[in-house]
Structure formats: C-alpha cells, structure tokens
C-alpha cells in the first residue's frame, strides 16, 4: 500500500476473537504515510499496521453486495475471498462498497 491509496475494512464478527458475526464493510479510508507499524493485539497476534485517515460512514452489510462483487468468485462461499487478509479489490468493487457506505 501506498499514501493515498483507499482501504476499506471488513469485519465478519462484531468482536475479534468472539463468534457473534458482523458481516459487513465497516470502515473506510486513505492510506496516509509509508510507516509500517505492529500492534500487540494478544500474546500470539501482533499484526502489521499502517496509519489510516478513515472517512465517516456506516457500516454496509456484504450478502446484499455478494452478486456484484467481482473479486467474490464462489458466490456460495463467500467468505473464502477474505480468508488470507489484506487483498486488492477492482476500483469498481470499490465504488460499490464506498457508496453504500459514504452515502
């Protein structure tokens, strides 16, 4: 990622760790310096960080986006596509998702 590149977040549960699911793009942003960080969230899980400017939004659930998103490629199993963490999305894919979200 790059300054000025835009991210948005998917979160699928309401709290990390815990199984009470969320399921939807809940933050959206711009990539603001080149600083990579890491973060201590538990004993084992110390992600990689980068400093976001986040834009206000709402939260925009995923399964009424599911048949337009072109990166989802098993619309059975969608979830699949996020399993691996940070992936690149097509400006398109983006739109959709900012605009439900940025209103």
Known sequence: MSPGDRVIYYSPALDYGKP????????????????V???????DFVPYRRRVRFFPCQE????????????????????????FGML???RDDYDLIATRMLG
Do not use: N, Y
């Open 20 to 35: 009470e699911p969320c399921q939807a793009f809940t933050a959206v942003g711009e990539v603001v310096d080149d600083e």
């Open 88 to 90: 690149e999305i097509s």
């Open 60 to 83: 925009a659930p995923i399964r009424p986006l599911i048949p337009s998103l072109s990166f989802i490629h098993d619309k059975t199993r969608w979830g699949a596509a996020f399993r």
């Open 37 to 43: 960080f890491a973060v201590r969230m538990s004993d």
